[in-house]
Structures are given as C-alpha cells and as structure tokens.
C-alpha cells in the first residue's frame, strides 16, 4: 500500500511557544486517519502545514510524494481541504460558488450530483450567508471534494450537526473513495470513520493504531461484573481466573466489559496531564 503523507520529526513553533516536537505520522492511501487531542494540542497546526498553508520549523514532511511547502497548482488540485471556519462569499448562491471552484479542477463532481449527496438539493440557489451552520458545514464539505481529490483534509468537520445531518455526513465520509485525514473531537465520530487513530499530546503523537491497538496501548481498565460484584482492572482474564478459582467453577452472570475509545483517550489524556 502506497504511503500518501509522510511526516517525520515535525517540529513547529509560535514564537518561543513549542507546539509540535517531533511528530512521526504516515498516512497510506485508502485509509482514513484521524488526529486527536485536547484543544491547543496542535493538530490545525499539523493539517495546515500538511496542507502547505503553514510553514514548519523542522522536520521532513511529504504529501503525495511532494514537500507541501514546495507544493504548486498541480499538487494542490489533488488535494481537498474543509477548514474548522470558512466564513465568506455570503452573497453567492450555493450552486454559482460550487460551479466556480469546481471550474479550477480537471474532473470535477457534477454540482447538482454533489448538492443533492450532501443533502443540499434545496438550496442550489440559496445565498450562502442564508444557510443554516449545518447547511454551511455541508457546503464547506461539498467546496472540499468537488475536485475529487486524492486526499482530503477535514479539519472538525461535522460542528454544528444535528444528529441526522452527522449520521448523512458519516455515511457519505466513509462511501468516498479517496484517503482522508481529519480532526475530530467527537470519539464516536473518530471511531466510526477511521481506520486509525493518532492521539496528539504535548507536542508527539502519544499513540497511532486501531481503536483496539489503541486500547491496548493505554491499557485503560476493563470492567468486569458477576453476580455479586464489580470491579475495574487492567487485567481482566486475571480477575476472571481468580473469580474461578473462588467459585470453584463458572463464575454467575460474569461479564468484561472493555474500555471505550472514549475511555481510552480520557485515560491517555489525563496521564499525559498528571
Ligand atoms: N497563528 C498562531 N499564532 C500563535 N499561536 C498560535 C497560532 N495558531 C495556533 N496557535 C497556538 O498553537 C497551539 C496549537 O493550536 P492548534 O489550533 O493547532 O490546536 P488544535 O489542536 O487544533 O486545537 P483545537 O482542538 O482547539 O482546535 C495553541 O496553543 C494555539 O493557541
């Protein structure tokens, strides 16, 4: 499998504020990637210098073969970018503003096709400054993929959805055929999309795997219940043996329940903070 971002010891800076320090990354393609953190960890940071908006510090970064700070016209029509806030051109009807950046691209969606997959079939010739926060997402979703590109930046892109609206979103997300890598700080939503997940803290990615790759990696505990009591352990076949032992057979109404990817980040997040 090809590898389509590649990152190796990124290193950013706000002035003497080190925000990025040394982040290792590789993104191949087909899959879908999503970068967690607290607020302020530095994953816009991250896209946007992966987009080639930002310049970094240090580091070797490659996106579709290309250094994006070195990235021209041609590179940049095989990529798409949501952004978390993109407030403009509140006059332009919805389906003029699709057609003029679509009109940048060799092969792009048709713009009718893409409105009505994005659920935006009845505001074609909506203003863009009437649209409702969901709607705007939408459409800022449908400026991202016009182009069919290659490999898609999606950076929050589902804040401000209604729960229908989420569940559209996800299914059209994970029916496109094309790599993506996208921020998030909804775990079901990272959960659902993702083929893997790369947690940002202070500065590195603290872990990079499947959801269950992540839970182990944290080890956050299990819960495990029986008929006459709970308890919450790392090593759950441990206490279920122990458990047997006890009963001197089957343990009752045993039952292990493992971490969630909430829990497993919430347990990641608070360690890296202690
Ligand atoms: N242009 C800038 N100038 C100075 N500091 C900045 C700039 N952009 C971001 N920062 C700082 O860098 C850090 C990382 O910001 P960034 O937006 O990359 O984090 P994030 O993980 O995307 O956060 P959030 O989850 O809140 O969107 C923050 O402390 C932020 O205040």
Redesign the pocket.
Known sequence: MSTVVSVRGLRMS??K?E?LRGVDLEVRRGETVALL??????????I?ILEGFRHRAGGEVEVLGEDPSRGGDDWRARIGVVL?DWRDHPRWRVATLIDHVAAHYPDPWDTGELLRALGLGGQAVSKVGQLSGGQRRRLDVALGIVGRPELLFL??PTTGFDPEARREFHELIANLDTTIML?T?DLAEAEKLADRIAV?LEGRIAVFGTPDELARAVQAPSLVRWRDGSEQTAQPSELAWKLHQKYGGPVPDLEIRRPTLEESYLNLVERSAA
Do not use: I, M, S, W
């Open positions: 706000y002035g504020r925000v953190g607290p607020n302020g960890a530095g994953k816009t940071t991250t946007e978390q950076d929050e921020t700080h940002l």
